[in-house]
């Protein structure tokens, strides 16, 4: 592993670059849905199919990514991904077809998984090592806002130009991005990092089962309230504005884990996050008593969210090896990138069925299950760097 000095204005170009790709893949649909359904009648689900198509991408091509990377070196591997995510929206510019708009959104999804959060932050992390945990939290940091910057930008978009035409600007965003990550050192993985598997004991294998079910449970949580989020700000009777409170949480949450660096050790980070769920939670169930309740469950929860990124991130630093990242969380976070995928389509028949407190009741049953993993991880490792498991198991 390298000991290279991470190039000062790393962490805000590969900001910026998360930034401007989450905003032009992930959360493009919320501001041009409603524009596109009303040209083409398409219903919005038949838009939002198209983004689950994408998610689904993702996990099949994820075991993949550190095999490409091994090969092409973690800067060209993004800088491509990227370059598909502006290709994906030029080219749903010109569909005139459902299917020429779902074939737009698999290579939209190749595009997202070789270029955001997770394929970055392998490369920084085989670049750097234990050392770009800070780096991490500050991309996090600039990325976060993506929605707060391109949905506003979306709808100014629209005021002047037509959704075909927005799109196009957005791929020339697409573009600015790929120039953007350039800061980042190219370089390949070692081939016994990436492409050799080795011999996993029983600590890394039991580690990465928890590891895999406790990401998946959050995704499937986060990704379903945040894409139910208006519909619960609604049934407070809570302005919409107050969607704005999640952003905050999140960006807000972000900038204490920098200030709070070293510190807030990954396991702490895990534990304290994941004991905040079920608190979190409990506050929305209050919250048709209360409206300030609502109004501190989208705050705190847009905040629980922000950290669960930073954890996603960091928390395989501190299971394994540094060089096996990449092919680790390549793995292990399949089952959540499903889960993120099937999410938003439960919460609806969630909310169809038991109603928005049903769903919140739910979903704090599930932040239990998701609570009692955190401490079976960090009790786990624990108890292994004390000796008292062996590694040898």
């Given at each position: 592993m390298t000991s290279r000095a991470i190039p000062r204005f790393l962490p805000l170009f590969a900001g910026c670059n998360q930034l401007i790709n989450w905003g032009i893949s992930f959360y493009m649909p919320g501001t041009f849905a409603r524009a596109i359904a009303s040209d083409t009648r398409w219903t919005?689900?038949?838009?939002?199919?198209?983004?689950?198509?994408?998610?689904?991408?993702?996990?099949?091509?994820?075991?993949?990514?550190?095999r490409l990377q091994s090969r092409l070196g973690g800067q060209h591997v993004?800088?491509?991904?990227?370059?598909l995510i502006a290709l994906s929206c030029i080219a749903m510019s010109c569909v005139?077809?459902?299917?020429?708009?779902?074939?737009?959104?698999?290579?939209?999804?190749?595009?997202?998984r070789l270029s955001l959060y997770d394929a970055l932050f392998a490369a920084l992390i085989t670049l750097y090592g234990q050392q770009a945990r800070r780096t991490l939290s500050q991309v996090t940091l600039a990325g976060g806002l993506a929605s707060a910057v391109f949905w506003p930008?979306?709808?100014?978009l629209l005021a002047i130009t037509n959704w075909r035409g927005a799109l196009l600007v957005y791929a020339l965003f697409g573009l600015l991005s790929a120039v953007l990550i350039r800061p980042l050192p190219n370089?390949?993985?070692?081939?016994?990092?990436?492409?050799?598997?080795r011999t996993s004991n029983a600590h890394d294998r039991r580690s990465g089962w928890l590891f895999a079910a406790f990401i998946a449970l959050i995704t499937f949580v986060s990704n379903g309230t945040s894409t139910h989020l208006p519909e619960f700000i609604v049934s407070a009777?809570?302005?919409?504005?107050?969607g704005m409170l999640w952003g905050i949480g999140q960006t807000g949450a972000r900038f204490m884990e920098v200030v709070a660096g070293a510190r807030l050790t990954p396991l702490r980070l895990t534990l304290v996050?994941?004991?905040?769920?079920?608190?979190?939670?409990?506050?929305?169930?209050?919250?048709?008593?209360?409206?300030?309740?609502a109004a501190g469950f989208v705050l705190g929860y847009g905040a629980i969210n922000g950290l669960m990124t930073i954890v996603k991130a960091t928390l395989p630093l501190q299971l394994f090896a540094a060089e096996d990242y990449a092919r680790r969380t390549g793995v292990l976070l399949i089952p959540a990138q499903l889960m993120a995928a099937a999410s938003p389509f439960a919460y609806a028949w969630l909310d169809r069925a038991l109603g928005i407190k049903g769903a919140l009741t739910f979903s704090l049953a599930l932040t239990v299950v998701i609570t009692a993993l955190a401490i079976a991880i960090v009790t786990y490792q624990t108890l292994h760097?004390?000796?008292i498991i062996s590694r040898s198991l």
């Open positions: 919005q689900p038949q838009l939002y199919l198209g983004l689950t198509l994408a998610m689904l991408v993702m996990a099949l091509v994820s075991p993949f990514v550190a993004v800088t491509i991904g990227t370059l005139h077809s459902l299917a020429g708009w779902y074939s737009a959104w698999l290579m939209m999804g190749i595009g997202m930008l979306g709808e100014a370089q390949p993985l070692t081939m016994t990092a990436a492409s050799t598997p009777g809570l302005p919409v504005a107050a996050t994941a004991l905040l769920m079920p608190l979190c939670f409990l506050l929305g169930l209050s919250g048709s008593l209360l409206a300030g309740s760097a004390s000796g």
